[in-house]
């Protein structure tokens, strides 16, 4: 099964997940340092890295932004509990998902299914899909936006796909989340908020000026079908 | 402008006003007098024949019938003193009204802004070259605010800390039992990880709770002891430590040393800092404890390791809780030497550690001898 990758200093923490994680069909790699850890996800040998925010050295932050200059491997982030910024930082350097910690590794390892299931199967019987000026390659994972491609994470390339496959239609955050990041919305959860923001950053305005995925307050996000 | 203002600026003018109308009430009556005095004067004597009279000229100021003052029934106000001395007053009272009253309304500000928590606001400045007991007390206002500010951040930082190193046991504790969970079979060990687990858990908040008091200045009882009892007793636990990894611990004494301090806690600060040396010496190392009077009134206690020591930039810093170098083995808190240096500080000694240049550590623990 798929090859996850565990950056964490916590050398007797990360060796029981790695177990549990084993014995649950991952295959799991370690690296105890940031800097080994960019290395080993840059590798290509990885599926999916999980990366513990909190680390001696160069941080979980800092190797995630190396890993993001990179490469578009999914990344999980393991944040403290309670701790906002790491978590906002994190997801808008384009992590695709995070879990605080101290977490159960069954939820630990209920994310990554999540996250794999969603980057690695397209879904069927689409090919493509264009709304407006976004055209999107759903069996390869490719998005263009007025021909020029998008760098894109999975989880960004998730929530835009359900907003073209709902263009014109208001799609709720409830249903963004279990769409798209694969699990329901936790309460003041603002990882859903965070991600479309670095999706429209990257999408850039329509041509009367504004931008192809609107808020509707307090009910979710709606594509602009043109 | 404050009631302070006001206040003060009142009573100064009225107080001069008093002073003004007093002065001019004891020089009226004192004219009173005079006049009286000049009203009872029989008339001048007849000018001696050949005197004034034989010129036919009169004396130059009193000419009879002519009173030498305005008569008293009608007198004239000095108008211009009276205004002029007014406006003086109210001017001066104003300035010195405004001398006292100006710092103490910064002062206020700052103490409203500081009670609101925002302990930035800083009033030197304000008093400039101002050298008095307000201008004082807005310094030392500036010096409290300083040192509320500082306790406070190393609080939160503390506070963070804590809750960081707390929820790494606590991490280890799930994964324990998301593992348990899934093997059965792994009963025992995993009791043991909880245990383990358990224990570092209650190590982290016992040191936290010696810190936490040493910090709030409790010292617990103080006693005169033997230096020699102290180190016996350490040695005694380091070497059954160090024999785990075969290293040796050399010690050197001087006898006869006395110490005046509470022996639990001084022993503490003292094994902190020789644990230290330990975890840091590779196996079948060596570590040296070399005790020595410094001078009349003062002894150290050296503690060498040959370990790879702390990066120069990260020295002043071992000292503060949870500052783990980038060094740093095992599983410690970062706490230890936090804790022997608040115990040095409660004794009045010092602890210093340094890099030495041909390899290894040297931590020195300086105190006062008793008596």
Not at chain 1, 152 to 161: A, I, M
Not at chain 1, 194 to 217: A, C, E, M, N, W
Not at chain 2, 139 to 159: N, P, Y
Not at chain 2, 177 to 189: C, M, S, V
Request: hydrophobic share 40%; with cysteine; aromatic share 6%.
């Amino acid at each position: 099964m798929a090859a996850v990758l565990l950056i964490d200093d916590d050398e007797e923490l990360a060796g029981m997940l790695a177990d549990y994680l084993r014995r649950d069909g991952f295959t799991v790699g370690l690296a105890h340092d940031g800097e080994s850890g960019v290395r080993a996800a840059l590798s290509g040998n990885f599926a999916i890295a999980v990366v513990d925010v909190m680390m001696p050295g160069i941080s979980g932050i800092e190797a995630l932004r190396r890993i993001r200059a990179g490469s578009r491997i999914p990344v999980l982030m393991l944040t403290a509990r309670g701790d906002d910024m790491d978590r906002i930082v994190g997801l808008e350097l384009g992590a695709d998902d995070y879990v605080p910690k101290p977490c159960l590794p069954r939820e630990l390892a209920a994310r990554l299914r999540a996250i794999l299931r969603r980057s690695a199967a397209p879904l069927p019987d689409h090919g493509e899909l264009t709304v407006g000026p976004l055209r999107l390659h759903a069996a390869q994972r490719r998005a263009e936006w007025r021909g020029h491609p998008l760098e894109l994470t999975s989880t960004e390339f998730n929530l835009l796909e359900v907003l073209a496959r709902n263009a014109g239609r208001i799609v709720g955050k409830d249903e963004l989340s279990t769409q798209a990041l694969g699990r329901p919305l936790a309460r003041y959860d603002r990882s859903i908020d965070v991600h479309l923001s670095s999706i429209r950053q990257k999408l850039g305005p329509l041509d009367d000026g504004r931008s192809p995925i609107q808020t509707v307050f307090r009910q979710g996000y709606q594509m602009i079908a043109s | 402008m404050g009631r302070l203002f006001w206040k003060f600026f009142l009573i100064v003018w009225l107080a001069q006003l008093a002073a003004v109308l007093a002065t001019g009430a004891i020089f009226w009556a004192e004219r009173q007098r005079l006049e009286a005095r000049f009203a009872e004067r029989p008339a001048p004597p007849p000018p001696p024949p050949g005197g004034f009279g034989a010129r036919g000229e009169a004396p130059p100021l009193f000419r009879p019938g002519e009173p030498p003052f305005p008569e008293p029934g009608k007198p004239r106000l000095p108008w211009l003193h009276i205004v002029s001395g007014l406006l003086a007053s109210l001017a001066s009272a104003a300035g010195i009204a405004w001398y006292v009253a100006r710092p103490v309304r910064r002062l206020k500000q700052a103490f409203a802004a500081a009670s609101d928590g925002d302990l930035s606001l800083r009033i030197g400045p304000a008093m400039g070259r101002r050298r008095d007991e307000l201008a004082d007390l807005g310094r030392d206002f500036d010096r409290m605010s300083e040192r509320l500010h500082s306790l406070l951040d190393a609080q939160t930082r503390l506070l963070h800390d804590v809750s960081h190193e707390l929820r790494s046991p606590l991490a280890r504790l799930h994964a324990a039992i998301g593992l348990a969970r899934q093997e059965p079979e792994r009963f025992e060990e995993t009791m043991n990880r909880l245990e383990r687990e358990g224990e570092r858990m209650n190590q982290l908040v016992g040191e936290l709770l010696t810190l936490a008091r040493l910090e709030a200045g409790v010292q617990g009882k103080v006693e005169v002891f033997e230096l020699d009892e102290l180190i016996s007793g350490l040695i005694e636990d380091a070497r059954l430590e160090a024999a785990a990894r075969h290293q040796i611990v050399d010690l050197e004494e001087c006898r006869g040393l006395q110490l005046r301090a509470n022996p639990e806690l001084l022993h503490r600060a003292v094994e902190n800092v020789v644990r230290n040396a330990l975890k840091h010496t590779p196996d079948g190392g060596t570590i040296r404890i070399v005790s020595r009077r410094l001078d009349e009134r003062h002894c150290r206690i050296s503690v060498f390791d040959p370990g790879q020591g702390v990066p120069e930039d990260e020295l002043p810093y071992i000292f503060e809780p949870f500052r783990r170098t980038r060094n740093a083995v095992g599983n410690g808190h970062g706490l230890g030497l936090a804790i022997a240096r608040r115990v040095m500080d409660s004794i009045d000694g010092t602890i210093t550690a340094s890099n030495i240049a041909s390899g290894g550590f040297l931590v020195n623990l300086d105190m006062p001898l008793a008596g």
